[in-house]
């Protein structure tokens, strides 16, 4: 407030020389104005030094709040259960850690500096003002409630018609996401053409909700002028009228409309603060809904042992809004430090079998345990770091083929160049990235796009075995594989695996009849159980799935050889 008195004080004090004249009144003159001119620049640089404190207090604080935020967040999200990811999509989630938590810091910074700066403000220069002249000050005042709630008005139509905008985005970020990454899929099946109007539909209703706020923003600054100017103007009419009456001065004027202007921003700001509450409230409950959302698997601290079997007993599965369980009544052993084979057709219940040996989902029923001790109440981090993992679907990081076999190592050995190479040649890629032009540097693309079926499947086998695990568990990781990449790798393996306790899902024979005990599921339920030699004899599932295989595979062999 204390520019605005000194200017109208050094208004008031040079008309007072004025009509003063003087031999002294021109001295008099530069003095004042020079006072009050160095009063005016030393107020605006303490006014300038404190809101500097105030925003390096305030919106400082809201950033670190933000990335406190955001880390809580992403690191609840590692912890929640993959059924919780069934049931959100992909860019619910993201909008969380990203729009909502920029709408929170939005309010904890500016919205809080401006609703103190509003408060503080409105109390002292409306105080000031009603000192000078309480009817100049009414009258001056009249216009700024007015605007305050025309902005409320217009910025929550704006609000409204920005989030309209943003999911519009948000579909169409989605659309191109998808497209980059099935454009082989369009291009084999020509669909450029449907692929584009669909886009061009999409892009046509953003383009309308974009001219829909652009109208609405049109209108606000207009507005917000047009108001503001109406108090400045009441204050020169009014104030004019009641200077020649002589009940105000003309520096008394020249102070109200300064202060017509210091009210100005932070009575706009009312209804823009009053709207950012609004959508950071909104934002904060969606964030504290999933921050709320307890992790359906939690599991205690402690030593890991695994030396002796795996053991499920009478375990039982059923994926949520179904009927017919996935795992039924399953008993099976596991010795340690030998190699158990699962075959089945597909929906026996092979992966469902593994994903609840990795605790990604608990039984309904029975139990699952490891040297005798529940599956539930081991360190699952302990344990998981014995284990070596390469999961039907393959998923690569869109990184270099290097990084993406590292990311299997669960700490950071003194060669770990020489375990990637090893692992790579276990894995029957060293002659595939040799023929690559920067080898391990090869960017693999998003989800591996640049790479074959085969390729992502090795890669995700040299990742499995590049941690020297106890545990390997691969589940129809080979299925991509022409009979001799195939033959390699399993000549390593049975190198590599000796004295290590393996699981290998597959639909085929050839990967498993060397397996210690192979097992045939069907419905969730074992069926047969035995070695290679013993399945062959009973003449049943497993001997009619090798007629089936074997004899087609031989007979293709023929045909190509001669």
């Known amino acids: 407030m204390l520019p605005a008195q000194a200017v109208g004080k050094a208004i008031d004090t040079i008309i007072a020389a004025l009509e003063n004249r003087g031999e002294q009144t021109t001295n008099m003159v530069w003095e004042a104005v020079t006072y009050f001119s160095m009063l005016v620049v030393a107020f605006a640089l303490i006014k300038g030094l404190f809101m500097y404190l105030m925003r390096q207090t305030l919106i400082v604080m809201s950033r670190h709040v933000e990335f406190d935020l955001k880390n809580e967040i992403f690191n609840h999200y590692q912890q929640l259960s993959p059924t919780f990811y069934r049931q959100h999509n992909t860019g619910d989630l993201m909008a969380r850690i990203s729009e909502d938590v920029g709408r929170v810091r939005m309010y904890i910074g500016p919205a809080v500096m401006y609703m103190m700066n509003l408060a503080v403000t409105i109390i002292t220069v409306v105080g000031a003002m009603y000192w000078v002249n309480p009817l100049l000050a009414t009258m001056v005042l009249l216009p700024l409630p007015l605007l305050s709630y025309a902005i409320f008005k217009v910025n929550t139509i704006i609000n409204q018609r920005s989030d309209a905008i943003q999911t519009q985005l948000s579909v169409l970020t989605s659309i191109v996401q998808e497209t980059f990454s099935g454009i082989r899929v369009i291009k084999s099946f020509a669909t450029e053409s449907a692929t584009q109007k669909q886009f061009e539909a999409e892009t046509h209703t953003y383009y309308n909700r974009n001219m829909d706020l652009a109208k609405v923003d049109a209108m606000f600054f207009p507005l917000m002028l047009f108001l503001t100017g109406l108090s400045t103007l009441i204050t020169i009419g009014v104030g004019g009228y009641l200077a020649i009456q002589g009940k105000v001065s003309v520096g008394n004027i020249a102070e109200f409309t300064m202060y017509v202007n210091i009210l100005v921003w932070p009575v706009t700001s009312l209804g823009w603060t009053t ?74 219940g092979k992966s469902t079998l593994l994903q609840l040996l990795l605790r990604l989902m608990d039984v309904n029923k029975g139990s699952i345990t490891i040297d005798g001790v529940d599956l539930k109440q081991m360190d699952m981090e302990g344990f998981k770091s014995m284990i070596g993992y390469a999961p039907q679907e393959v998923f690569l990081f869109s990184d270099t083929i290097a990084n993406n076999i590292l990311f299997g190592l669960k700490n950071t050995p003194t060669n770990p160049n020489e375990l ?55 589940d129809d990781c080979l299925s991509a594989l022409d009979v001799k990449t195939e033959e390699h790798i399993l000549t390593h393996f049975r190198t ?47 001997y009619n799935l090798y007629e089936a295989q074997i004899k087609p595979q031989s007979a293709m062999s023929e045909v190509l050889n001669s």
């Open 275 to 348: 709207s950012l509450i609004q959508r950071a409230a909104a934002s904060q409950q969606r964030i504290n809904d999933f921050l709320n959302t307890a992790p359906d698997i939690t599991w205690p601290k402690g030593e890991v042992k695994f030396t002796n079997n795996i053991t499920f007993s009478n375990v039982c599965y059923t994926y949520p809004g179904k009927t017919a369980p996935a795992i039924d009544s399953l008993n099976l052993t596991i010795p340690h430090g030998k190699t158990v084979a699962i075959l089945g057709h597909t929906g026996s």
């Open 420 to 474: 990637m190479r090893e692992a790579a040649e276990r894995a029957a890629l060293t002659q595939t990235i040799a023929d690559f032009k920067d080898g391990f540097e090869t960017l693999v693309g998003e989800r591996g796009i640049t790479l074959s079926g085969g390729q992502k499947q090795r890669v995700a086998i040299a990742r499995a075995l590049i941690g020297n695990p106890q545990l390997v568990i691969l």
């Open 496 to 542: 590599f695996l000796k004295n290590r306790t393996a699981i290998i899902v597959s639909h085929r024979v050839s990967s498993v009849k060397d397996a210690d005990l192979i097992v045939v599921l069907a419905n969730g339920k074992i069926i047969e159980q035995g070695t290679h030699e013993s399945l062959m004899t009973l003449n049943g599932a497993y």
